[in-house]
Every structure is written in structure tokens, then in C-alpha cells.
């Protein structure tokens, strides 16, 4: 993967973000600074394997899976560079939970650091958006964060108030597909005019997609006509731990 504008420079002295050992790789943007030994590299858990270019849930060639093929999302594409797994799940935590800042920063840097922008670049990017009464608890939208990131070094404008959350629906990570898709209906809303517009959505993680399907929907009743999920990692079954 190469990143024209990302700066990779070998600097021993700065310690492994996840071990503390001695690191090999440290990658420097506008908004973060990382660095990584060799092997807390490799074991992070890639996701290079096949799969549908939808959802991003495994297939083989990268073939449309059954889902999709059956009851398409909204969205249009998923990029996806890592599993939900081990260690990403403990960093996501304590980015969320407990404003750690460097984990956040470890996590939207080794998005940049796996994925390819698409082709064409989205006209546009929006940030999965959080209900009101989270934001307050929490502080700050995670995926907000991560968006700015992406902002800085794929350049899409980043929209901060294109769409909002209009039910705080808990985590709902056990219910079934068809009742958290239930619950989701008129989650969200926008009050943008996105004719014609390619959207890129980032969010954390894909689980269901439910989230990711209905906002996506919404921008496309709105007007948008492709949508593209650019998520920090993807559930999958095996994965969930
Ligand atoms: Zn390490
Ligand atoms: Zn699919």
C-alpha cells in the first residue's frame, strides 16, 4: 500500500504503542503520530481475505454474498482493512469509554495505513453521527474523530452537520438483523440536499450494517446516489470475542 502524503520514517527512539518495545514503523500525519514493533504489526488482525464487495463479510473471489444478492443495503461498498478482534476491541474501548486520545489516534492511523481510497473519490464524507444525550455523556463522537483523520489525508470534505441521530438506540449488538433494522427506522435524519452526491459514512465497526443501512438510506432518499461504508473494522463471525 503506498500514501503519498504519509510520512513513514524509522525512529527507534519512540517506543511500541501497544507493547513498549522497541518500534519499527512510525507513521506521522497532519493529526496523528504512531508507532508499532514488528510483531504487535503483524499480529493486529488484518482482514485481506476475500470478500463481498458490499458488505465485506467473507466470500470467495470477492463475489456479491447471498445477503446482499437477496436484500442489498443501502450502502454501496464497504472498505474494510481489519477484523474486529483482539487487540482493536480493547483500543476501541478505551478510546470510547475513556477519551484515551492515543488509541484513537493508533486506531484511525492504521485505517489510513490499510486502506485505499477509492478510485474515484465520495464528493463527500460524513461521520456516523451520534444521539444528542451520547454526545453529552461521552464528549465527543468517536467516529467523528476518525473521520477527521480521513479527512486530512484523502481530502473529502468532511460535512459535520449533514445528518443527525434521532433515537438514541441502545447497543445492540445481540438483537437480530430484522429487529435492530425495526428499531433503526427513523434513527436518523437530514436536512441536506445530497443530489447526485457520492457519500463516504465512516463509522467504527460494521457489525449487522443496520446502522450503516439506515443512514444510508436516508442520504439516498435525500438525493445521494452511491454511498460508500468506510469502516475501522468489520465483525465477523469467527472474529467475535
Ligand atoms: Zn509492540
Ligand atoms: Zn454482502
Given at each position: 500500500?503506498?500514501?503519498?502524503?504519509?510520512?513513514?520514517?524509522?525512529?527507534?527512539?519512540?517506543?511500541?504503542?501497544?507493547?513498549?518495545?522497541?518500534?519499527?514503523?512510525?507513521?506521522?500525519?497532519?493529526?496523528?503520530?504512531?508507532?508499532?514493533?514488528?510483531?504487535?504489526?503483524?499480529?493486529?488482525p488484518?482482514?485481506?481475505?476475500?470478500?463481498?464487495?458490499?458488505?465485506?463479510?467473507?466470500?470467495?473471489?470477492?463475489?456479491?454474498?447471498?445477503?446482499?444478492?437477496?436484500?442489498?443495503?443501502?450502502?454501496?461498498?464497504?472498505?474494510?482493512?481489519l477484523r474486529y478482534a483482539f487487540p482493536l476491541n480493547?483500543?476501541?474501548?478505551?478510546?470510547?469509554?475513556?477519551?484515551?486520545?492515543?488509541?484513537?489516534?493508533?486506531?484511525?492511523?492504521?485505517?489510513?495505513?490499510?486502506?485505499?481510497?477509492?478510485?474515484?473519490?465520495?464528493?463527500?464524507?460524513?461521520?456516523?453521527?451520534?444521539?444528542?444525550?451520547?454526545?453529552?455523556?461521552?464528549?465527543?463522537?468517536?467516529?467523528?474523530?476518525?473521520?477527521?483523520?480521513?479527512?486530512?489525508?484523502?481530502?473529502?470534505?468532511?460535512?459535520?452537520?449533514?445528518?443527525?441521530?434521532?433515537?438514541?438506540?441502545?447497543?445492540?449488538?445481540?438483537?437480530?438483523?430484522?429487529?435492530?433494522?425495526?428499531?433503526?427506522?427513523?434513527?436518523?435524519?437530514?436536512?441536506?440536499?445530497?443530489?447526485?452526491?457520492?457519500?463516504?459514512?465512516?463509522?467504527?465497526?460494521?457489525?449487522?450494517?443496520?446502522?450503516?443501512?439506515?443512514?444510508?438510506?436516508?442520504?439516498?432518499?435525500?438525493?445521494?446516489?452511491?454511498?460508500?461504508?468506510?469502516?475501522?473494522a468489520?465483525?465477523?463471525?469467527?472474529a467475535i470475542d
Amino acid at each position: 500500500m503506498h500514501f503519498s502524503s504519509l510520512k513513514r520514517v524509522w525512529q527507534a527512539a519512540l517506543p511500541c504503542m501497544l507493547c513498549g518495545g522497541r518500534s519499527s514503523t512510525h507513521t506521522q500525519t497532519a493529526h496523528i503520530s504512531i508507532s508499532l514493533c514488528h510483531a504487535c504489526h503483524a499480529d493486529l488482525p488484518w482482514y485481506r481475505s476475500a470478500r463481498c464487495p458490499q458488505c465485506a463479510l467473507p466470500t470467495g473471489n470477492n463475489a456479491y454474498c447471498g445477503i446482499c444478492l437477496q436484500h442489498a443495503p443501502a450502502f454501496d461498498h464497504t472498505l474494510a482493512s481489519l477484523r474486529y478482534a483482539f487487540p482493536l476491541n480493547r483500543l476501541l474501548h478505551q478510546f470510547k469509554y475513556q477519551q484515551d486520545l492515543a488509541a484513537g489516534a493508533l486506531l484511525s492511523g492504521l485505517l489510513l495505513q490499510a486502506t485505499e481510497p477509492p478510485a474515484v473519490l465520495p464528493d463527500s464524507m460524513i461521520a456516523m453521527p451520534m444521539h444528542a444525550h451520547r454526545l453529552q455523556q461521552r464528549g465527543f463522537n468517536h467516529a467523528l474523530e476518525i473521520a477527521k483523520v480521513i479527512q486530512s489525508e484523502w481530502k473529502i470534505p468532511l460535512i459535520t452537520d449533514g445528518c443527525s441521530r434521532l433515537t438514541d438506540t441502545p447497543t445492540q449488538a445481540r438483537l437480530d438483523l430484522k429487529t435492530r433494522i425495526l428499531s433503526l427506522r427513523s434513527a436518523f435524519a437530514t436536512e441536506k440536499n445530497w443530489q447526485g452526491k457520492h457519500v463516504l459514512i465512516v463509522d467504527d465497526v460494521m457489525t449487522t450494517g443496520a446502522s450503516m443501512h439506515a443512514l444510508a438510506k436516508t442520504i439516498k432518499r435525500a438525493g445521494a446516489r452511491q454511498v460508500t461504508a468506510l469502516v475501522l473494522a468489520r465483525t465477523l463471525k469467527e472474529a467475535i470475542d
